[in-house]
Each structure stands twice: as C-alpha cells, then as structure tokens.
C-alpha cells in the first residue's frame, strides 16, 4: 500500500545511488572535476552516457565548452575525493590540485582518467537538454578503461547528507 508523500519525503527511498565523478577541461586548461549522482546509460551501439549538471554550476560552463569529459566510477576508496569535488566548485579552485588523486592521461579526448577508479569512460558530448534547473549532457563513449583488479568496488551514496561508501555487490 502507498501513502501519498511530499517529494522531498518520498524521494528518499531512492538510495544507494551510485556516484560518478566527471572532469572535464576548462578554458584556463585546468581539468575540473564534479561528482554527480543524478547519471544513467541511455544506449549500448553507440555506447551513451546521460549525466545532469545544475544550470548554475561551473561544470555546466565547462563541459560546454570543452564538447568531451571523462565519466569515471570512483571506487570505495575515492570518497573523500568525491566529497570534495562535490562540495568546492572549480570557479573558485583548482579542485585537483587541492586534493589530488591518481590519474592517467587519456587516449582519445583531452582530459584526464582517475586511475583507482572502477572504470572511465572518454566521452564527446552529442546532445544536450535543459529539464528545469539542471541540463542532462548525451556522451557518446569513444575509449573505455577497467581497473586493472576487476574486484574494485564502487562507491555509493548511502543516504541524504552524502553519506558515501563502497557496496559489495552481487555478481548474479
Ligand atoms: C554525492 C554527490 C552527488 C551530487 N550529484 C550532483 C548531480 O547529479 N548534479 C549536479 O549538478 N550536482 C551534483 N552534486 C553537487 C556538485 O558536485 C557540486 O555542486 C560541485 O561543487 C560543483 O562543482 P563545480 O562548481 O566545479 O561545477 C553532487 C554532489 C555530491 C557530493
């Protein structure tokens, strides 16, 4: 049985909710970090991933501009890397320089991989569309990279307030 909620109560149920972090290169030629939650696959031939990106974040200038980003799944480890790209905007700071993280130089788009990551994705941006207050960029995946130990495990968003940690997940 249902019991009609306010969104904001009802919304809750949604988690864990996998986390991503995309980076993306700025028009100074920093690489420019954001962790989303709110991103999904949307096609198998071509490869395609959908992310959204707040209208007032420097992410939706950047990425913009750049026309590629790199889509990554931090593993469990990378939390307090997810946090902090999540909570500081790059319009203010060099996010990667500020709290540094492994990376790797990519194959086919300029950006960068996060090398303890599960997996990273180099994307072209192919389409987008404004839905409310954020706009949901289409990447089309031109190179695609694993972690080397296939047993990497993601990271999650727990519950509200960006409680973060890695899931143990079935392989069924
Ligand atoms: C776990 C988590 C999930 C987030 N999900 C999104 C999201 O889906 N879309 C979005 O626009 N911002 C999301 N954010 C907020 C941005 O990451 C945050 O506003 C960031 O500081 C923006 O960086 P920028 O100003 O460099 O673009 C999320 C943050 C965290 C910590």
Not at 54 to 73: C, D, H, M, N, W
Request: overall charge negative; some cysteine.
């Amino acid at each position: 049985m249902q019991i009609q909620r306010d969104y904001k109560q009802a919304i809750l149920g949604k988690y864990p909710e996998g986390v991503v972090i995309v980076v993306a290169k700025t028009p100074e030629g920093r690489y420019n970090p954001i962790t989303l939650g709110w991103t999904m696959i949307t096609s198998h031939e071509p490869p395609m991933f959908a992310i959204s990106v707040g209208l007032t974040r420097y992410s939706r200038k950047v990425i913009e501009k750049a026309g590629e980003f790199v889509l990554s799944f931090p593993s469990g480890e990378m939390a307090e890397a997810a946090l902090f790209y999540g909570t500081n905007s790059g319009r203010e700071l060099d996010k990667m320089a500020e709290f540094p993280v492994a990376t790797q130089p990519t194959v086919s788009i300029d950006s960068l991989l996060l090398s303890d990551a599960v997996a990273n994705f180099e994307c072209k941006l192919v389409s987008q569309l404004e839905t409310g207050d954020h706009v949901i960029f289409v990447g089309e995946v031109l190179a695609s990279h694993q972690h080397e130990d296939e047993d990497t495990k993601r990271l999650y968003t727990w519950a509200q307030g960006y409680k973060m940690g890695e899931a143990e997940l079935s392989s069924d």
